[in-house]
Nanobody, 116 residues
C-alpha cells in the first residue's frame, strides 16, 4: 500500500503562483510514476503532469506546458507541482497520483482557486 498526502492548495489571483506537495509513505519502493490530476466542478478528472520516479522524465498536459513544473525529491518521497502564471481556468481540486505497475493510488485532493 502507498499513502499520499497533499498540501499547498489555496486561493491566488490570476498571474500568481502556488506550489503543491505530495508526500508518499508505505511501499514507496514500488512506485513507478507520480503525478497530478485535477477536476473542476462539472468536469471530468484530467491529467496535469507526471514524472518517472527513477529517471525523472516529466510529461505535461498541453494546457499547463510552460507554466507548471513537476519535480520530485526521492529522499523525501515527495513530488511537487510548481504552478506559475495561474489562470482562472486552473481552478480545480488537484489530486496526487502514484502508480505501481498494476495499481494506482490517489490522494485526498487539495483545492486550488484562481480569482480573476
Amino acid at each position: 500500500q502507498v499513502q499520499l498526502v497533499e498540501s499547498g492548495g489555496g486561493l491566488v489571483q490570476a498571474g500568481g503562483s502556488l506550489r503543491l506537495s505530495c508526500a508518499a509513505s508505505g511501499r514507496t519502493f514500488s512506485i513507478y510514476t507520480m503525478g497530478w490530476f485535477r477536476q473542476a466542478p462539472g468536469k471530468e478528472r484530467e491529467f496535469v503532469a507526471q514524472i518517472i520516479w527513477s529517471g525523472g522524465s516529466a510529461y505535461y498536459a498541453d494546457s499547463v506546458k510552460g507554466r507548471f513544473t513537476i519535480s520530485r525529491d526521492n529522499a523525501k518521497n515527495t513530488v511537487y507541482l510548481q504552478m506559475n502564471s495561474l489562470k482562472p481556468e486552473d481552478t480545480a481540486v488537484y489530486y496526487c497520483n502514484a502508480n505501481e505497475l498494476n495499481r494506482a493510488y490517489w490522494g485526498q485532493g487539495t483545492q486550488v482557486t484562481v480569482s480573476s
